[in-house]
């Protein structure tokens, strides 16, 4: 990865059981060495395909695994250096949003992202020496406009958005975790889903039907020299 400070890759998911059964055909290749995809119009031979490039192509036989380590790695360590991070997923239902940053237990190769994150971070603590360290988790969903809090007292409660003129924008009484290893994560992202919006759509029957944003917060103190990040 270069030093650009923004970056976004592509995924894209296998057919799945419904598209299968429809007779779709895939329209999209890649060119995984050159970050290219290439959308071919079915029916139209004479027509080239439409051509995109990005910063990181990944294929259906491609695994959140190795769209961690190349993609994702890379971000997630500078968290852990002192630097804001963001991983936005982005798509329309059905696209494997959920698949990706959630992710599933089996294969192991296809955990999701949001959990390699909390790996990464607690392996980053276990090695550093002389520091002390304050992880604290929040997740909030964005549906119909309002924000909810996931891990609150009461889900329900719609959140108020407020600027402010060092921290920016923040939602007013998001509640903030503290997490001490990567089972007490797992368990408030568990939490947090459970308490998502959920309703069927024809074209994903567990869609999630909102925006929600799951943030890390990560002090660290130099024990000894008073160093704050
Ligand atoms: N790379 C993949 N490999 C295999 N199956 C996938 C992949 N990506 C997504 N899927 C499957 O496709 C279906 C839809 O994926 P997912 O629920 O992640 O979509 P989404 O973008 O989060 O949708 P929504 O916005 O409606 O919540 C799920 O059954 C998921 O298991």
């Known amino acids: 990865m270069g030093s650009e400070s923004v970056k976004v890759v592509v995924r894209c998911r296998p057919l799945n059981d419904r ?10 290749t890649m060119d995984l060495q050159r970050c290219q995809c290439f959308i071919k119009k079915p ?12 910063d990181g192509t990944y294929f259906t036989d491609q695994t959140t695994e190795q769209m961690y380590n190349e993609s994702a790695y890379p971000l997630v360590e500078g968290v852990t250096e002192g630097y804001n991070g963001t991983i936005f997923a982005y798509g329309q239902t059905g696209s ?10 089996e294969p192991p190769t296809q955990r999701g992202v949001i959990p390699r994150a909390f790996e990464h971070i607690f392996e980053s603590i276990q090695c550093a020496e002389n520091t002390k360290f304050l992880v604290r988790a929040s997740y909030l969903e964005i549906y119909n406009e309002e924000i909810r809090d996931l891990l609150g007292s009461d889900t329900k409660q719609r959140l108020e958005l407020k600027e402010h003129p060092e ?12 997490v001490h290893n990567v089972a007490e994560c797992e368990t408030m992202m568990e939490r947090g889903w459970r308490n998502r919006a959920v309703a069927y759509t024809l074209m994903n029957k567990d869609s999630s ?9 990560l002090e660290m103190c130099r024990t000894g020299q008073g160093i704050r990040m």
């Open 167 to 178: 921290r920016g924008v923040y939602a007013r009484d998001l509640s903030m975790h503290t």
């Open 43 to 54: 029916m139209s031979a004479d027509e080239p395909p439409k051509q995109f490039t990005f």
């Open 209 to 217: 039907r909102s925006h929600s944003i799951f943030s890390i917060h």
């Open 19 to 28: 598209e299968t059964a429809l007779g779709s055909k895939m329209v999209l």
């Open 96 to 105: 494997g949003k959920s698949f990706t940053m959630q992710g599933v237990t």
